[in-house]
T-cell receptor, first 112, second 108 residues
Framework: KAGVTQTPRYLIKTRGQQVTLSCSPI?????VSWYQQTPGQGLQFLFE???????NKGNFPGRFSGRQFSNSRSEMNVSTLELGDSALYLC???????????FGPGTRLTVT | AQRVTQPEKLLSVFKGAPVELKCNYS??????LFWYVQYSRQRLQLLLR??SRESIKGFTADLNKGETSFHLKKPFAQEEDSAMYYC??????????FGAGTRLTVKP
């Protein structure tokens, strides 16, 4: 089984721009969760999508949004980028029940 | 509010010594707790979960609801155990809260 994939792996953007990150879950998994990882704040939960619906949401501003497609692939969008958005963004997929979460390699976003 | 605390950012032990990585949680409901591990240049991966009550790579963790703890233990640390360890709490389906992580270094 192919693992969770994330594209792109690295991204450099300028403050004020917007960015879209993509996550392809393991085949058959219907849940995709997104996390932000920074040295200062650690791993923080952004949101979770299950069957194209946002099921859970963390404490992030509305600039952070996401969606999930019918094939379970998910995208995360950050608008009006700030320097503090520089981070490793991880996605994880699971079957959606009490199944194990499998993590992708992450997208390293740098905002200059 | 749900919270996971890992009080040690860094932990260093010698090979063959026992190791304990501490994790405390705050949650009013019935918790589901996990330990994740990230080896150098690898993805974050599940090490163990409290409901399975199994030992993985010699590690065990017991949920203590009275002390709201889920400490990770191994009686004899190995150099290959050196990694970043995260304790996590799951509630509301897949809403997860992670601790700040503990970097374990096992010295030869």
């Amino acid at each position: 089984k192919a693992g969770v994939t994330q594209t792109p792996r690295y991204l450099i953007k300028t403050r004020g721009q917007q960015v879209t990150l993509s996550c392809s879950p393991i085949s058959g998994h219907r849940s995709v969760s997104w996390y932000q990882q920074t040295p200062g704040q650690g791993l923080q939960f952004l949101f979770e999508y299950f069957s194209e619906t946002q099921r859970n949401k963390g404490n992030f501003p509305g600039r952070f949004s996401g969606r999930q497609f019918s094939n379970s692939r998910s995208e995360m969008n950050v608008s009006t980028l700030e320097l503090g958005d520089s981070a490793l963004y991880l996605c994880a997929s699971s079957s959606g029940g009490d199944g194990e979460q499998y993590f992708g390699p992450g997208t390293r976003l740098t905002v200059t | 509010a749900q919270r996971v605390t890992q009080p040690e950012k860094l932990l260093s032990v010698f090979k063959g010594a026992p190791v304990e990585l501490k994790c405390n949680y705050s949650y009013s409901g019935s918790p589901e707790l996990f330990w994740y591990v990230q080896y150098s240049r690898q993805r974050l991966q599940l090490l163990l979960r409290h409901i399975s009550r199994e030992s993985i790579k010699g590690f065990t963790a017991d949920l203590n609801k009275g002390e709201t703890s889920f400490h990770l233990k191994k009686p004899f640390a190995q150099e290959e155990d050196s990694a970043m360890y995260y304790c996590a709490l799951r509630y509301n389906n897949n809403d997860m809260r992670f601790g700040a992580g503990t970097r374990l270094t096992v010295k030869p």
